[in-house]
């Protein structure tokens, strides 16, 4: 086929009557995002700066970071010297499945509180030691991982079964 014949062919697929319906269809589709806050991911609506525990001893709120995308999940909380300690972060992994974390190049222990899409605490992982290697398992399959100082699940009483209200 000739270059021109190409070209024609292209400029044929392109025509304003085929583009029409997929222009519609996209300019609906970024009304209701706008409109709705709708995503195939939980939006940033939808993400709290604050969420809270429920145990035996009532309900403990933190300020959380989020880790949505697959880099933000890598770097979680490495490098960091200190946090708050009513702060944390969420890694969302937008589905329930079996999850691993290490420690690697972060300095701060941390408890890693693994909950299920519907909140439910599955396992906690008290003060998981520093800079460690050691893959540490979700143990069961869970949506979110939430990190927080190293103590604070024990201090205030989470265990499995306990509630998270991440919304």
């Known amino acids: 086929m000739s270059e021109s014949g190409s070209t ?27 409109w709705f806050g709708f995503s195939p991911r939980l939006g940033a609506a939808s993400r709290p700066d604050r969420i809270s525990i429920t145990t035996d001893s009532g309900a403990h ?39 691993y974390f290490w420690m690697k190049n972060t300095p701060l222990p941390l408890d890693m509180v693994f909950i299920t899409s519907d909140g439910t605490i599955v396992r906690i992982e008290q003060n998981a030691e ?23 699940a024990k201090r ?6 306990d509630r998270v209200n991440l919304h």
């Open 8 to 34: 024609g062919r292209v400029a044929s697929l392109l025509t304003p009557r085929r583009l029409a319906l997929p222009a519609l269809l996209a300019a609906v589709a970024v009304l209701l995002v706008a």
């Open 61 to 99: 709120s933190f300020s959380v970071e989020w880790a949505v995308t697959e880099a933000e999940r890598e770097q979680g909380l490495m490098f960091r010297q200190s946090m708050p300690a009513d702060h944390g972060m969420v890694f969302d992994f937008d589905v329930d499945s079996p999850v």
């Open 130 to 152: 520093p800079y460690s290697e050691r893959n540490i398992p979700s143990g069961a399959p869970v949506r979110y991982v939430l990190e927080i100082n190293g103590g604070v």
């Open 156 to 161: 205030i009483g989470a265990k499995p079964g």
